[in-house]
């Protein structure tokens, strides 16, 4: 699962995970993205988010996201300056796997993606799945 307000990001982001061999559920609204998640999204194992979109507080989303599927793995992406120190402040019992800064290139993220989700069926590209 991808989350990112600018739905340009969100969509370079996504292409290039599909490409990868990733199947992707892509959203630029937190909400919705949070809604999809309480109605069982089961395929969901890794959640991308930007730390900082509207409708939620600063790394809201993961926080609401990981008492829900406290099991889900994350990753996060900043526009802003990685200050780790803030991060595990914010995240004393979450573990957070990596933060990558934007802007960044599609095989930056995979390279972080693929010890924390490798890919089933290399090779086998799934179907696309919208951007909502």
Do not use: W
């Not at 200050?83 to 930056?108: G, L």
Request: net charge neutral; with cysteine; glycine share 4%.
């Amino acid at each position: 699962m991808v989350v990112d307000a600018d739905k340009d990001i969100l969509a370079i982001i996504q292409m290039g995970l599909e490409k990868a061999g990733y199947a992707v559920h892509g959203f630029s609204d937190p909400m919705e993205a949070l809604a999809h998640i309480q109605n069982g999204c089961k395929d969901c194992e890794l959640l991308i988010s930007d730390t900082r979109m509207p409708h939620v507080t600063e790394f809201g989303l993961v926080r609401q996201v990981k008492k829900l599927r406290p099991e889900m793995k994350v990753v996060m992406m900043t526009a802003f300056e990685v200050n780790m120190p803030e991060i595990h402040a914010v995240f004393p019992s979450i573990p957070v796997d990596n933060v990558v800064r934007k802007p960044f290139a599609p095989s930056k993220l995979i390279e972080i993606m693929k010890p924390l989700l490798p890919l089933r069926n290399e090779g086998q590209r799934p179907p696309p799945i919208k951007v909502k």
